[in-house]
C-alpha cells in the first residue's frame, strides 16, 4: 500500500514564525501536492510538484513555498506564518498516470498559529 | 468560473438503507471524476472513479453515476453502515498536471 506520512499531527506556532511542513511517500510516486483544507471550502491546492526540483503554483500559493530536493519528499514552507493560516494541511502523491487511483494523502497536520 | 459543488451539505441516512450522494460541476472539458472519502482525522481516501466515456461504473457496494447533459455526479452507497459514516467529496481532474478541483463535501451521517 502507498503510504504518504506528514512530520507532525498536530502544530502550534506564533505570528511570524518560520513554519516547515514535510511530506514524504514511498511508492516513488512522481506527483506530490500540497493542499490545506478549511470547514466549507473543501479541499485547494498551494503548491505541486510533477518531479524533482520543480514546482507549480496552485490556486492559493500566497505565502507559502515548497522544496522537493528528492523524490520522496515534498515541503511545504511558511515564511512567516500568519493567523489566517490556521488550516488543516494535507499532502498527496500521485503516479505520473492520470488514471488509476488519484491522490494518495497523508493523515494531514493541523496548523495552529496564535 | 469552474466549480464543483455539492447539492446537500449533511445527509442522514439509516442504517441499512442505500445512501446517494450528489455533486454538480461547472467544466464541461472535465473528463475524469474521483470520489473521496474522509473520516474523522484522516486525510481523504479513495473510493471509486468514472472517465467521461463512462455513465456508471461500480465497486463494492459502490457505484458512481454520471450525467455529462446536465454534469452531475453521484455516489451511492449501498446498504450503509455505521463505518460509512464520513465526509464525502467529489472531485475532477482539470487535465493537466492530475490537478483536481474539490467540491466542498457532503457529510453523511447514519442512525442506528
Known amino acids: 500500500d502507498v503510504k504518504v506520512t506528514q512530520s507532525s499531527r498536530y502544530l502550534v506556532k506564533r505570528t511570524g514564525e518560520k513554519v516547515f511542513l514535510e511530506c514524504v511517500q514511498d511508492?516513488?510516486?512522481?506527483?506530490m501536492f500540497w493542499y490545506r483544507q478549511d470547514p466549507g471550502l473543501g479541499l485547494r491546492l498551494i503548491y505541486f510538484s510533477y518531479d524533482v526540483k520543480m514546482k507549480e503554483k496552485g490556486d492559493i500559493p500566497e505565502g507559502y513555498s515548497v522544496s522537493r530536493e528528492k523524490k520522496e519528499r515534498f515541503s511545504l514552507i511558511l515564511e512567516s506564518a500568519s493567523t489566517n493560516q490556521t488550516s488543516m494541511y494535507l499532502c498527496?502523491?500521485?503516479?505520473?498516470?492520470?488514471?488509476?487511483?488519484?491522490?494518495?494523502f497523508g493523515p494531514g497536520t493541523r496548523l495552529t498559529v496564535l | 468560473g469552474e466549480s464543483v459543488g455539492l447539492h446537500l451539505p449533511t445527509l442522514s441516512v439509516q442504517e441499512g438503507d442505500n445512501s446517494i450522494i450528489n455533486c454538480a460541476y461547472s467544466n464541461s472539458a472535465s473528463d475524469y471524476f474521483i470520489w473521496y472519502k474522509q473520516e474523522s482525522g484522516k486525510g481523504p481516501q479513495f473510493i471509486i472513479d468514472i472517465r467521461s466515456n463512462m455513465d456508471k461504473r461500480q465497486g463494492q457496494r459502490v457505484t458512481v453515476l454520471l450525467n455529462k447533459t446536465v454534469k452531475h455526479l453521484s455516489l451511492q452507497i449501498a446498504a450503509t453502515q455505521p463505518g460509512d459514516s464520513a465526509v464525502y467529496f467529489c472531485?475532477?481532474?482539470?487535465?493537466?498536471?492530475?490537478?483536481?478541483?474539490w467540491g466542498a463535501g457532503t457529510k453523511l451521517i447514519i442512525k442506528p
Open positions: 511508492m516513488d510516486h512522481e506527483n
Open positions: 498527496a502523491s500521485t503516479l505520473g498516470d492520470r488514471g488509476g487511483e488519484g491522490q494518495f
Open positions: 472531485a475532477e481532474n482539470r487535465g493537466s498536471n492530475y490537478q483536481l478541483i
